[in-house]
């Protein structure tokens, strides 16, 4: 089974601020990586999928890099509203599973 | 605007069944697989299980399989999940969700129904 792992688990960053959270998957996932924002008391959303498209409506200041077993999400400029919980999710050994990352959580210093 | 009505969700005990329903309006709904995903309390994100446009393939995952099923009812735009031999640690918040065109990433996401096994 492919597993996710997320750094750091926390961060604490201001406004303005450039943030970058990491994502490593324990085999290569060949760019089959999305990420999601969840606010407390909400449900997830999609931010980018396959690494670096971002979803309709996400603001340019997300972005996505990466490659084989390694990946990041950069938030540039960062905003009252993006602080959250970030996960990464694999969809490489789709259908059958699907891992998402323990989350990094974005909180205001 | 896509809607993902949910219900069902309930304090059951050890063993017990439940079945989850979804509600889907402002798409198309049998032209895209709907995922079941779980969140237990203050944890992060469970995929759960997926079933494709027209419910003839359906996937779990290994913590589940044998145990729930998935379905739907594309006359009705409806999603469900039939959860059997219920276990303590399936307490979580289950959403239900739509996958994009490539069917294995999530783009809609309903509030989430709380399941809590308990005695």
């Known amino acids: 089974d492919i597993q996710m792992t997320q750094s750091p688990s926390s961060l604490s960053a201001s406004v303005g601020d450039r943030v970058t959270i990491s994502c490593r998957a324990s085999?290569?996932?060949?760019?089959?990586l999305n990420w999601y924002q969840q606010k407390p008391g909400k449900a997830p959303k999609l931010l980018i999928y396959?690494?670096?498209t971002l979803q309709s409506g996400v603001p340019s200041r997300f972005s996505g890099d990466g490659s084989g077993t390694d990946y990041t999400l950069t938030i540039s400029n960062l905003q009252p509203e993006d602080f959250a919980t970030y996960y990464c999710?694999?969809?490489?050994?789709?259908?059958?599973?699907?891992?998402f990352g323990p989350g990094t959580k974005v909180d205001i210093k | 605007e896509v809607h993902l009505a949910q219900s069902g969700g309930a304090v059951v005990q050890p063993g017990g069944s439940l079945t989850l329903s979804c509600a889907a309006s402002?798409?198309?709904?049998?032209?895209?697989?709907m995922h079941w995903i779980r969140q237990a309390p203050g944890n992060g994100l469970e995929w759960v299980s997926l079933?494709?446009?027209?419910?003839?393939?359906?996937y779990y995952a290994k913590s589940v399989t044998g145990r729930f099923t998935i379905s739907r009812d594309n006359s009705k735009n409806s999603l469900y999940l039939q959860m059997n031999s219920l276990r303590p640690e399936d307490t979580a918040l289950y959403y239900c969700?739509?996958?994009?065109?490539?069917?294995?990433?999530?783009?809609?996401w309903g509030p989430g129904t709380l399941v809590t096994v308990s005695t």
């Open positions: 969700v739509k996958a994009r065109e490539s069917g294995y990433d999530f783009d809609y």
């Open positions: 402002g798409f198309t709904f049998d032209d895209f697989a």
């Open positions: 079933v494709n446009w027209d419910g003839s393939d359906t």
């Open positions: 085999q290569s996932i060949t760019s089959f």
């Open positions: 396959a690494v670096s």
């Open positions: 999710q694999q969809s490489f050994s789709r259908p059958e599973a699907f891992t």
